[in-house]
């Protein structure tokens, strides 16, 4: 059975720290391109970041450019986003996913989307206090 569990999520002030951890098991995600995503309440699920199987290659939503660091771990199956500087708008459930389909190349437009992603975690709650 294949599962991404979640972690790290939690209530802090502004201007602090989380550091969110996706563990993978059920099949090796080592070959696979790595998403996280958030969803805050009444909003559409949106990108955050994604990283390479490699992790030669990072990608960044604007709101987060700076502030968050994508990173992974193949031998742990493990792929980890370290937020800081944290605003209350950075307020959500985060989700972590996996895409095991082939390079498209560059940044392609199609790795912000949900719909590339195959599988996924049920999901961290950050809550930030202003």
């Known amino acids: 059975q294949v599962q991404l569990v979640e972690s790290g999520g939690g209530l802090v002030q502004a201007g602090e720290s989380l550091r969110l951890s996706c563990a993978a098991s059920?099949?090796?995600?080592?070959?696979?391109?790595m998403g996280w995503f958030r969803q805050a309440p009444g909003k559409e699920r949106e990108f955050v970041a994604r990283i390479s199987w490699s992790g030669g290659a990072t990608y960044y939503a604007d709101s987060v450019k700076g502030r968050f660091t994508i990173s992974r771990d193949n031998a742990k199956n493990t792929v980890y986003l370290q937020m800081n500087s944290l605003k209350s708008e950075d307020t959500a459930v985060y989700y972590c996913?996996?895409?095991?389909?082939?390079?498209?190349?560059?940044?392609?437009?199609?790795?912000?989307?949900?719909?590339?992603?195959?599988?996924w975690g049920q999901g961290t709650q950050v809550t930030i206090s202003s």
């Open positions: 996913a996996a895409d095991p389909r082939p390079y498209l190349g560059g940044s392609s437009t199609a790795y912000y989307s949900p719909k590339r992603y195959d599988y």
């Open positions: 059920g099949r090796t995600f080592s070959r696979d391109a």
